[in-house]
């Protein structure tokens, strides 16, 4: 028997399930963030339709769109990736085949040399002469068994290599199989962003009219940031009355603000969203304008475009300690998570008053939808301490 051919092949098998097994978790978290990439894809086409029923071109319509662009190149790249990952398993697998068929090829060559020994030998004394001719009976025994086992281990080899190439090549008609149906895909989405890009075409339309809008762009963005200077007042001079406070009476977070503070903190990238369903058209930090050239938004949170109607909630348990009202953002909710605030604004109904006790995804209140500019925005803010927090990277993905 070919003990090399045996361990090779076993050399062999081990380094692919690694490399397999890698591969297969990796195909599955693309999986996983094309889904989520596709889910923003319908809400933002959802939102587009809502919006597109006004006359107005609105910057809020132009934001939508080139996050629908974004989402869509990410599913496309998502998609390549998955394609790229199929073809080095089926490149593997079939290395895997070929190998495997030059050990069958070298199995069967010394099983039918055993074979045809056998039938040579069979009927003349050469058979006995080797048993017979060992030291002594023990040793014998051992050279019968010999003859027995290697017969029988050669035929089970045999088997189970064929098998193995049958599985194997069941696999690669697989994985060909997935890969012309992510080809399939792809060439799907390759479609619809032909549409988007088409769409994206009317659009610079609409970037033409805001660009000859400019001064009314500007005058809108020179009135924002002194409502978003407003809101910031508030927050820091709750902020600041809560050290005040705590100082004072040398008040110190009570255990069950303190779990609340620490669960909040150990839930960062998974919790709720304050709407059920939304996309983030403005980014936490200083980003440029998407149409007025060499101006910066310094956003101190995110905002988030979502459907008439929705109800905003709050992103965890707390206490609502502030309800208040700037011009520009509607009614605003302060809620503290034990050393974390959260801010809500662009509410249009309050279900909530200062003092309530609130617990994760319950309402607060409904969002304001602005019909001059055709747009439902939800403003939201985490604060811990007198620090800002990026609400995308606590935000559930």
């Known amino acids: 028997m070919n003990k090399t051919i045996i361990v090779n092949t076993i050399i062999l098998i081990l380094l692919f399930i690694p490399c397999i097994q890698v591969q297969a978790q990796t195909q599955k978290e693309l999986e996983q963030q094309k889904q989520q990439a596709q889910k923003q894809i319908k809400l933002t086409s959802k939102l587009l ?6 006359r107005k071109k609105s910057y809020n319509n132009l934001l939508l769109i080139n996050q629908q662009i974004e989402s869509r190149n990410e599913v496309i790249q998502h998609l390549c990736d998955e394609i790229e990952i199929l073809d080095g398993r089926i490149e593997n697998n079939e290395n895997m085949i070929q190998m495997l068929e030059t050990d069958l090829k070298n199995l069967k060559e010394n099983y039918a040399a055993l074979v045809r020994y056998a039938y040579k030998t069979k009927n003349s004394t050469h058979r006995l002469l080797f048993i017979f001719s060992a030291d002594d009976f023990n040793q ?26 049958q599985d194997i090549v069941e696999q690669v008609e697989r994985l060909n199989a997935t890969r012309e149906e992510k080809t399939e895909l792809l060439a799907e989405i390759e479609t619809e962003e032909e549409k988007l890009k088409r769409e994206k075409e009317e659009q610079n339309v609409m970037l033409s009219d805001l660009k000859n809008r400019q001064s009314e762009l500007q005058e809108k963005l020179n009135a924002h940031k002194k409502k978003a200077a407003q809101l910031q007042d508030e927050i820091e001079k709750l902020i600041a009355a809560e050290a005040k ?13 303190k779990l609340i503070s620490t669960e ?41 475009a979502t459907t008439k109607g929705s109800s905003i909630r709050s992103i965890f348990d707390g206490e609502v300690r502030k309800v208040f009202k700037v011009p520009g953002y509607q009614n605003a909710v302060i809620i503290r998570h034990g050393s974390y ?13 200062e003092g309530d006790k609130v617990s994760s995804k319950q309402s607060i209140g409904t969002v304001y939808h602005n019909t001059d500019e055709d747009e439902t925005i939800v403003h939201f803010e985490i604060w811990y301490g007198q620090k800002k927090l990026d609400p995308e990277q606590w935000l559930a993905k």
Not at 49 to 54: A, I, L, R
Not at 154 to 162: D, E, F, L, M, S
Not at 245 to 257: D, H, K, Q, V, W
Not at 341 to 353: A, F, M, N, P, Q
């Open 245 to 257: 406070r705590n100082a004072g009476s040398g008040y110190t977070l009570t255990p069950e603000e």
């Open 341 to 353: 605030l959260t801010t809500y604004t662009h509410l249009e109904s309050l279900y909530v008053s």
């Open 49 to 54: 339709d809502e919006t597109k029923q006004g």
């Open 140 to 165: 014998a025994y051992k050279r019968l068994a010999y003859l027995k086992e290697i017969a029988k281990y050669r035929r089970k080899q045999a088997t189970a290599i064929v098998k193995t190439k």
């Open 264 to 304: 909040f903190g150990n839930n960062k990238g998974r919790l709720p969203w304050p709407v059920v369903s939304g996309v983030i058209t403005s980014k936490f930090g200083k980003h440029a304008h998407s149409v007025i050239k060499n101006v910066y938004i310094n956003n101190n949170g995110v905002d988030i």
